[in-house]
């Protein structure tokens, strides 16, 4: 079965936006999008070291990921807005990284498989590491629910109930890192941030409690993968856009639907 | 033995110092209020005393295994996260339904527990900070300046909740207020706050204080006229309370 290369692609996409879905979830309530993108695009810049030190670009965009989520960490505990700070940071690496991939001697790459993903290549290797680096993102979080939602409603109450809210949002942190690795082989760097807060935003519309929230969003990921995949091969066209195209119209119908029971009520 | 005692708290944000030499100590069952004008370090005394931040010297000591029961001057809610007050109470610890009712009912808002957070009013917003903060059986309640946003009949309301919730648990209560009028009368103690303790004792001691006088004699007339018919302070905005304290 996992020689059909669409089998192969469906169960990147799926394991991808479960992660995501969940993780975004987290992304969204504590505004952290500026966040996602910054470590996103720094991902180019880890292709760009994989491919020069000949190593696996799972890893090399782990590592930058990682190092770029804990630099905007340490920032964002200096108290002083970091906005500004995030935009340089994310722009500056993504065009360090789209330079160092042109300068890499002896190959030409292909720099749209790194920038819009290429799903449609993963090996059974990318889908052990995508369903490994997941399940690690889903497991952690379900560990740590209560405390994350806790910091995440406010730090002092977190501190009240003997919760470090800074570790919280360290861990946040290292999963973000995670799913961009993860991810940015199935949606590119530059849609990761679409693929977390998307399918979450559509999600809220319909959701009354953080739980269902994080179910309805993983759900959505999930339906926008398969759908997104199912699309691009019929339409011909690339198929990590497509997901996103998807899930942008799921929260488009979830909004609509939102307010048409809005008026209704 | 104490529930918290602080020793010679000094806390500040690069050159501007916040707390100086700020050193008190809570006793089991007793009603504290923290005055002081704004920006005088009440907040951040009691962010300091749950340990949400460090001191820079000085030293907090908590009763071993001391349940803090704490209310937040104000808690926003992102909008893009639903949640019920029933799901809210049951953070970071599930209490079950029937406490997390209990708990709502203590503090005067029964029958809100399945409504989404955002669509309380004021009131009972910190009404259910309320009952989310006594769910843990607190030793000591803390609250920073709970009332903010109530008109005065709801604060009033507010602060006999409060009262009734102690009288209840046994606890001891800690709370920072500019609502003088109010809470002095309830306190046990009170603290004037001004970057250093200007001034401490029964309501009556601290309200015939000098320095207390000087803080709060101008600008809140109002307020203080219901506690002390007495207008006839200078406007006199230079700060020399440490003098004053003595």
């Known amino acids: 079965m996992l020689d059909d290369f669409l089998v192969r692609a469906a169960l990147a996409g799926i394991g991808t936006a479960i992660a995501a879905g969940l993780l975004g979830c987290f992304v969204v309530w504590r505004r952290m999008a500026y966040f996602g993108d910054a470590t996103a695009h720094a991902a180019v810049l880890g292709v760009a070291i994989a491919l020069l030190f000949g190593t696996s670009i799972t ?147 319909y959701a009354s409690t953080p739980e269902r929230m994080a179910f309805l969003s993983m759900g959505i990921g999930a339906l926008s993968a398969i759908a997104g995949l199912r699309l691009a091969v019929i339409f011909d066209t690339s198929v990590g856009p497509m997901i996103i195209c998807v899930a942008a119209l799921i929260f488009a119908l979830s909004a609509v639907g939102r307010g048409l029971r809005g008026i209704g009520t | ?92 610890v599930a209490v079950g339904k029937n406490a997390a009712l209990d708990a709502l009912k203590t503090a005067g808002v029964a029958g809100v527990s399945s409504q989404q957070m955002s669509q309380l ?53 800690l709370m920072v207020s500019h609502e003088l009028h109010v809470v002095m009368s309830a306190s046990d103690r009170v603290i004037c706050l001004n970057g250093h303790i200007c001034c401490e004792g029964t309501p009556e001691v601290v309200s015939a204080a000098p320095a207390y006088r000087e803080l709060f004699g101008t600008g809140t007339g109002g307020a203080l006229a219901l506690y002390r018919h007495d207008h006839d302070h200078g406007h006199d905005h230079d700060h020399h309370h440490n003098e004053a304290a003595e």
């Open chain 1, 59 to 205: 890893l090399g965009v782990g590592v930058v990921a990682l190092a770029m989520a804990m630099l905007i960490h340490g920032l964002s505990g200096q108290g002083a807005s970091v906005d500004t700070m995030l935009g340089v940071l994310a722009h500056g690496a993504l065009a360090l990284g789209l330079v160092a991939v042109t300068l890499i001697p002896g190959q030409r790459i292909d720099l749209d498989a790194y920038l819009f993903g290429d799903v449609l290549s993963v090996t059974r290797m990318d889908i052990a590491v995508i369903w490994g680096g997941g399940a690690l993102v889903v497991a952690t979080l379900w560990w740590h629910w209560s405390a994350m939602l806790t910091a995440t409603l406010n730090p002092d109450l977190a501190y009240a109930a003997g919760i470090n809210p800074r570790r919280e949002q360290l861990v946040l942190t290292l999963l973000l890192a995670a799913v961009v690795a993860v991810a940015i082989k199935v949606v590119g760097a530059l849609l990761i941030t679409a693929l977390l807060i998307i399918p979450a935003a559509a999600a809220r519309n």
């Open chain 2, 1 to 92: 033995m104490s529930l918290i005692e602080a020793h010679h708290l000094e806390f500040g944000h690069g050159s501007q110092r916040v707390l100086q030499g700020v050193s008190l100590a809570l006793e089991p069952g007793e009603i504290v209020t923290i005055v002081g004008p704004n920006g005088s370090g009440k907040s951040t005394l009691l962010r300091v005393l749950i340990g949400a931040l460090k001191p820079q010297k000085g030293s907090v000591t908590r009763q071993e295994g001391l349940r803090i029961g704490y209310v937040p001057q104000k808690l926003h809610i992102d909008p893009t996260l639903p949640i019920t007050v029933e799901r809210f109470l049951n953070l970071p």
């Open chain 2, 121 to 173: 009013s004021g009131g009972q917003f910190q009404r259910v900070l309320l009952a989310r903060a006594i769910l843990g059986k607190p030793q000591v309640l803390m609250l920073d300046e709970p009332t903010q946003g109530l008109d005065q009949p709801g604060s009033a309301a507010f602060y006999r909740q409060i009262d009734a919730v102690r009288r209840d648990l046994g606890c001891a209560v």
